[in-house]
């Protein structure tokens, strides 16, 4: 024995490694096999299937067209074919393959005739609701068509395709026991098995002694790669560096259409013509290309296979060289599949994916033209996806790289910000949907309004975690629902005015004033304003505000004249000032403030019109004024004659008086008192005289109306005749 096999333990060693790798080798090419074996049959007893069905719709329809409606007998009589044709249906189908009709009837599968398998005439009824029993006839009953593997009536595991006949209502079963597809490889997996071991055992002992058993394992070797090659599921075709057929495996066969011994030492194309889907021509040599490259190489996209019979496959395909000691190329080898399948679903991914295109397209383009933007926001971080016009909106001239929910309340209006992240808020935590209209300011500081609206989107898991939306500029026409509502308001807010002017007769010039700076408020959406008189014959104002409040620039400490300015003061920011000009002078201001917005041409417009109105009504109180001194004039001219005379009265009683305290009158304190009331009458006489010829009104206070009836009385007795009495009570 040679010395590396001395030691018993090596030599069990080896023999161990080498029974793993022969196992494995087996096991390997026993699933090859098997799954080549189940594709074929998988395509074969499809096809019976298929073509059984097809013929029994042919009978029905030629059955119907014959006699347009088919009476019970003649379904039965169909039936009848059916059955006296069954027997034949089983060639091919090996000692367990059988076909099966069956009908589903309320909740039973109710099978039509006798089975091959069957222990009575016709299989027992089969419950509906069991699937796990007679799945392939559950599925072609459903209305379904394909091939699986799985249990029959039986319960048995087979390799089943089954098909629905729609006409009938019938279910077609064709199956085999799948123990009869893996019998044959058991078979041979065993006898492998057997041979292997005994030629392991044999080689193992020959390889300590001789150099054959090395011979033998490489014949053994290629032997198994030729099991291999015909056992892969994929078409292989290996070429000569002519590009002539030298072999191909049975996968190859099927897709070209050409036997293996009509194919061998055929050229390439000629077995296996490939044009391009797409410009129908044909494409470039495999071999050749594989020959002059030196390397592996895939077929373009889009070849197409011509099989013998002009049936066409898409087919993706690779081709490498086979090289000998030396790396000079001997051969091709092609390994190809049949993607027609594929294709067609890439295809009409490829469809979709540009019709999403095309509808994402026209979605942006219509936003465009809305002057709207669309917006994707992620709950969770706050992040969002935009469209173009959506930064457009907010004043940038290109998308910005990232945007967040906080980067938008940054743009809206300190005025509307609490609103807005409320309403999102209340949104988020209620599912709800997210509109509202809002004022933002621009990157270029212009303000602008925006309408924006949302809606939630849940993820594959069902959970909320999106809100999508779009967001569009509203502006103009925002400011022309103010510019209405402005406009409706003005007409309201004079309308009212005018009327507080007619029904003010008798009213004060300040009550009147308040009346205007109310109106101008509400017409210029103002805070604060005041009307202040203005000097006639200066022009300055003479620092008397009519109405109640005062205005300041900045705060009190800052005005020039802190120390003359009241603590109420009114701050004011924005103003708006307008001047009130009656008879070419100008007599007063009305000034109106801290707006919310800039003042704009609208608001002085509308102004000067409340001035041009005031002025009016001045007009209208100083003419009444007029009139009042003029009346009072003439009526002191009536009354003079009785003043007068009552005034002689008290001048006679004070000097009468005086006497009696020259000649030394006893009851001097009396005398006194008599003067002094008559002085005091008098200074009242002439104080109504100088109220009731001034202009103004005078200082108004709680008077006593008894002493004043009894001065009118002795004013009345005097310019009355003697005949007249005027009694007291």
Same mark, same amino acid.
């Given at each position: 024995?040679?010395?590396?096999?001395?030691?018993?333990?090596?030599?069990?060693?080896?023999?161990?490694?080498?029974?793993?790798?022969?196992?494995?080798?087996?096991?390997?090419?026993?699933?090859?096999?098997?799954?080549?074996?189940?594709?074929?049959?998988?395509?074969?007893?499809?096809?019976?299937?298929?073509?059984?069905?097809?013929?029994?719709?042919?009978?029905?329809?030629?059955?119907?067209?014959?006699?347009?409606?088919?009476?019970?007998?003649?379904?039965?009589?169909?039936?009848?074919?059916?059955?006296?044709?069954?027997?034949?249906?089983?060639?091919?189908?090996?000692?367990?393959?059988?076909?099966?009709?069956?009908?589903?009837?309320?909740?039973?599968?109710?099978?039509?005739?006798?089975?091959?398998?069957?222990?009575?005439?016709?299989?027992?009824?089969?419950?509906?609701?069991?699937?796990?029993?007679?799945?392939?006839?559950?599925?072609?009953?459903?209305?379904?068509?394909?091939?699986?593997?799985?249990?029959?009536?039986?319960?048995?595991?087979?390799?089943?395709?089954?098909?629905?006949?729609?006409?009938?209502?019938?279910?077609?079963?064709?199956?085999?026991?799948?123990?009869?597809?893996?019998?044959?490889?058991?078979?041979?997996?065993?006898?492998?098995?057997?041979?292997? $071991?005994?030629?392991?055992?044999?080689?193992?002992?020959?390889?300590?002694?001789?150099?054959?058993?090395?011979?033998?394992?490489?014949?053994?070797?290629?032997?198994?790669?030729?099991?291999?090659?015909?056992?892969?599921?994929?078409?292989?075709?290996?070429?000569?560096?002519?590009?002539?057929?030298?072999?191909?495996?049975?996968?190859?066969?099927?897709?070209?259409?050409?036997?293996?011994?009509?194919?061998?030492?055929?050229?390439?194309?000629?077995?296996?013509?490939?044009?391009?889907?797409?410009?129908?021509?044909?494409?470039?040599?495999?071999?050749?290309?594989?020959?002059?490259?030196?390397?592996?190489?895939?077929?373009?996209?889009?070849?197409?296979?011509?099989?013998?019979?002009?049936?066409?496959?898409?087919?993706?395909?690779?081709?490498?060289?086979?090289?000998?000691?030396?790396?000079?190329?001997?051969?091709?080898?092609?390994?190809?599949?049949?993607?027609?399948?594929?294709?067609?679903?890439?295809?009409?991914?490829?469809?979709?994916?540009?019709?999403?295109?095309?509808?994402?397209?026209?979605?942006?383009?219509?936003?465009?033209?809305?002057?709207?933007?669309?917006?994707?926001?992620?709950?969770?971080?706050?992040?969002?996806?935009?469209?173009?016009?959506?930064?457009?909106?907010?004043?940038?001239?290109?998308? $910005?790289?990232?945007?967040?929910?906080?980067?938008?309340?940054?743009?809206?209006?300190?005025?509307?910000?609490?609103?807005?992240?409320?309403?999102?808020?209340?949104?988020?935590?209620?599912?709800?949907?997210?509109?509202?209209?809002?004022?933002?300011?621009?990157?270029?500081?212009?303000?602008?309004?925006?309408?924006?609206?949302?809606?939630?989107?849940?993820?594959?898991?069902?959970?909320?975690?999106?809100?999508?939306?779009?967001?569009?500029?509203?502006?103009?026409?925002?400011?022309?629902?103010?510019?209405?509502?402005?406009?409706?308001?003005?007409?309201?807010?004079?309308?009212?005015?005018?009327?507080?002017?007619?029904?003010?007769?008798?009213?004060?010039?300040?009550?009147?004033?308040?009346?205007?700076?109310?109106?101008?408020?509400?017409?210029?959406?103002?805070?604060?304003?005041?009307?202040?008189?203005?000097?006639?014959?200066?022009?300055?104002?003479?620092?008397?505000?009519?109405?109640?409040?005062?205005?300041?620039?900045?705060?009190?400490?800052?005005?020039?004249?802190?120390?003359?300015?009241?603590?109420?003061?009114?701050?004011?920011?924005?103003?708006?000032?307008?001047?009130?000009?009656?008879?070419?002078?100008?007599?007063?201001?009305?000034?109106?403030?801290?707006?919310?917005?800039?003042?704009?041409?609208?608001?002085?417009?509308?102004?000067?019109?409340?001035?041009?109105?005031?002025?009016?009504?001045?007009?209208?109180?100083?003419?009444?004024?007029?009139?009042?001194?003029?009346?009072?004039?003439?009526?002191?001219?009536?009354?003079?004659?009785?003043?007068?005379?009552?005034?002689?009265?008290?001048?006679?009683?004070?000097?009468?008086?005086?006497?009696?305290?020259?000649?030394?009158?006893?009851?001097?304190?009396?005398?006194?008192?008599?003067?002094?009331?008559?002085?005091?009458?008098?200074?009242?006489?002439?104080?109504?005289?100088?109220?009731?010829?001034?202009?103004?009104?005078?200082?108004?206070?709680?008077?006593?109306?008894?002493?004043?009836?009894?001065?009118?009385?002795?004013?009345?007795?005097?310019?009355?005749?003697?005949?007249?009495?005027?009694?007291?009570?």
């Amino acid at each position: 024995m040679m010395p590396f096999f001395q030691g018993r333990s090596r030599f069990l060693l080896l023999l161990g490694i080498m029974l793993a790798v022969v196992c494995i080798s087996i096991g390997i090419n026993l699933y090859v096999l098997h799954q080549s074996i189940l594709e074929v049959e998988k395509v074969r007893i499809g096809a019976i299937a298929k073509s059984q069905a097809r013929l029994i719709d042919s009978m029905y329809q030629a059955a119907k067209r014959d006699s347009k409606a088919l009476s019970e007998g003649e379904i039965n009589e169909i039936l009848s074919v059916l059955t006296r044709s069954y027997h034949g249906w089983h060639e091919g189908l090996g000692n367990t393959g059988e076909i099966s009709f069956a009908h589903h009837q309320g909740d039973q599968i109710e099978y039509l005739f006798r089975q091959r398998h069957a222990e009575t005439s016709i299989p027992k009824s089969i419950p509906w609701n069991i699937p796990d029993v007679a799945l392939p006839m559950h599925h072609a009953l459903a209305g379904e068509s394909g091939v699986l593997v799985g249990p029959d009536y039986r319960g048995v595991t087979v390799l089943a395709a089954y098909e629905f006949i729609a006409p009938l209502h019938l279910g077609l079963v064709v199956k085999i026991d799948l123990s009869e597809l893996d019998a044959p490889l058991l078979e041979a997996a065993e006898k492998t098995f057997s041979i292997a $071991l005994l030629v392991l055992l044999a080689g193992s002992l020959l390889f300590a002694r001789i150099s054959e058993g090395v011979i033998q394992k490489i014949r053994e070797g290629e032997q198994n790669l030729s099991i291999t090659l015909n056992s892969i599921g994929d078409g292989v075709i290996v070429t000569d560096r002519l590009g002539h057929v030298t072999h191909m495996n049975p996968v190859a066969e099927m897709l070209t259409g050409w036997p293996l011994p009509e194919a061998i030492r055929q050229p390439l194309l000629a077995v296996f013509p490939l044009i391009n889907a797409m410009t129908r021509q044909p494409v470039v040599d495999p071999v050749t290309k594989v020959i002059r490259s030196g390397r592996v190489e895939g077929m373009a996209n889009h070849t197409v296979l011509t099989a013998r019979d002009g049936t066409e496959r898409q087919i993706a395909d690779s081709g490498a060289p086979i090289l000998d000691p030396d790396g000079q190329v001997m051969g091709v080898v092609l390994v190809f599949r049949d993607v027609t399948e594929e294709y067609r679903t890439r295809q009409e991914i490829e469809r979709s994916e540009q019709r999403l295109r095309d509808s994402k397209q026209r979605l942006e383009l219509a936003l465009r033209w809305g002057h709207m933007g669309g917006w994707d926001l992620d709950l969770l971080d706050h992040t969002a996806n935009r469209t173009l016009e959506h930064d457009h909106i907010f004043g940038y001239p290109s998308l $910005l790289p990232s945007w967040t929910y906080e980067m938008f309340i940054e743009h809206v209006l300190p005025e509307d910000r609490f609103e807005v992240d409320h309403l999102f808020q209340e949104a988020v935590k209620t599912h709800s949907n997210w509109s509202f209209e809002c004022r933002i300011r621009r990157v270029d500081g212009e303000v602008r309004w925006i309408w924006v609206a949302g809606g939630h989107q849940l993820d594959d898991e069902g959970t909320l975690r999106r809100m999508a939306g779009v967001v569009q500029d509203i502006t103009e026409r925002k400011q022309a629902e103010i510019s209405a509502l402005t406009e409706k308001n003005i007409q309201v807010a004079l309308a009212r005015l005018g009327k507080a002017f007619l029904s003010s007769q008798g009213g004060t010039i300040e009550e009147i004033a308040q009346c205007v700076l109310t109106t101008s408020l509400a017409v210029t959406g103002s805070q604060s304003g005041s009307v202040d008189e203005i000097d006639p014959l200066t022009g300055l104002s003479i620092n008397r505000t009519i109405t109640e409040e005062s205005l300041i620039h900045g705060t009190s400490q800052d005005h020039p004249k802190s120390h003359s300015v009241s603590a109420d003061s009114v701050s004011a920011n924005q103003l708006l000032s307008v001047p009130v000009i009656s008879g070419g002078r100008t007599i007063a201001q009305i000034v109106v403030t801290n707006n919310v917005r800039d003042y704009t041409q609208d608001d002085r417009a509308v102004m000067e019109r409340i001035a041009d109105l005031f002025a009016i009504v001045l007009g209208r109180v100083n003419l009444e004024r007029q009139l009042r001194h003029a009346g009072r004039l003439e009526a002191v001219g009536t009354l003079a004659g009785g003043v007068a005379h009552d005034f002689n009265n008290i001048l006679a009683i004070i000097i009468g008086n005086i006497e009696l305290v020259t000649f030394g009158v006893s009851e001097l304190d009396e005398v006194i008192k008599n003067i002094s009331d008559a002085a005091s009458r008098g200074r009242d006489l002439v104080r109504q005289l100088l109220t009731f010829s001034r202009q103004t009104g005078g200082e108004r206070q709680r008077l006593n109306p008894i002493p004043l009836v009894k001065e009118v009385l002795k004013l009345m007795r005097s310019t009355l005749p003697s005949s007249i009495e005027i009694r007291e009570n």
